[in-house]
């Protein structure tokens, strides 16, 4: 059982940067591929970003891959969600998720097993 907990969210302005942290406990996540998604209203879950634990190989979506860049710290269970130059089509609750995968293998989807509660980034134009 891996338990999440987002922060860091807010309200900014266009071309502002943020940055969003996830802290997991619960077990350790050598086997875990741990992802960032965000849901804006009325729409569907959108893949961000994902990291494999032990390498820190990433994977982005298009539209941030530039812009955004996601790290971790292995030693204080922590994911980072470096978030610079934001759109206001940024705007989204962001959701950290942890999926167990050996392999590594990073999903684009959203089955993952674990999910925190979301922390809402908000930018204005």
């Known amino acids: 059982q891996v338990e999440l907990v987002e922060s860091g969210g807010g309200l900014v302005q266009a071309g502002d940067s943020l940055r969003l942290s996830c802290v997991a406990s619960?077990?350790?996540?050598?086997?875990?591929?741990m992802g960032w998604f965000r849901q804006a209203p009325g729409k569907e879950h959108e893949f961000v970003a994902a990291?494999?634990?032990?390498?820190?190989?990433?994977q982005y979506t298009d539209s941030v891959k530039d812009r955004f860049a996601i790290s971790r710290d292995e030693h204080k269970y922590t994911m980072y969600l470096q978030m610079n130059k934001l759109k206001p089509e940024d705007t989204a609750v962001y959701y950290c998720?942890?999926?167990?995968?050996?392999?590594?293998?990073?999903?684009?989807?959203?089955?993952?097993?674990?999910w925190g509660q979301g922390t809402q980034v908000t930018v204005s134009s």
């Open positions: 998720a942890a999926d167990l995968s050996p392999l590594g293998f990073i999903k684009t989807n959203f089955h993952y097993g674990y």
């Open positions: 619960g077990e350790t996540l050598d086997d875990y591929v």
């Open positions: 990291i494999r634990w032990t390498t820190s190989t990433s």
